[in-house]
């Protein structure tokens, strides 16, 4: 069953448009937060937030490696050899990644 012009226009823009809207909604966000965090250095109220960058890695790598190699092994029976692989390839590589600064940094502080 075909298409009409006019459904394949729309199926065409609703992801334009989520798009848009989506980016329209984190520059307001981080509009906002730059005013607040402004007006807080200003009233000497703001206080720093202590972020850490190894329990960030951890927890960063191994969801990604979990979900790289799912995605790696899910596409490669579906596909086989094909760049649709790189959907899993590239999440495992970033995960490997993160989890070896996460390894490395650790040995390297101690």
Same mark, same amino acid.
């Given at each position: 069953?075909?298409? $009409? $012009? ?69 596409? $490669? ?34």
């Amino acid at each position: 069953m075909e298409r $009409s $012009s006019a459904a394949q226009v729309i199926i065409a823009v609703i992801p334009i448009v989520g798009i848009i809207m989506g980016s329209v909604v984190v520059f307001f966000y981080l509009l906002w937060n730059h005013k607040r965090t402004m007006l807080l250095i200003q009233t000497k109220q703001y206080v720093r937030r202590n972020f850490n960058l190894r329990s960030f890695c951890l927890l960063t790598g191994l969801l990604l490696t979990v979900i790289g190699l799912c995605l790696t092994v899910f596409l $490669s029976l579906l596909q086989g050899l094909s760049y649709s692989l790189l959907g899993g390839v590239i999440p495992l590589c970033c995960g490997v990644t993160f989890l070896i600064y996460f390894f490395v940094s650790g040995k390297v502080s101690s």
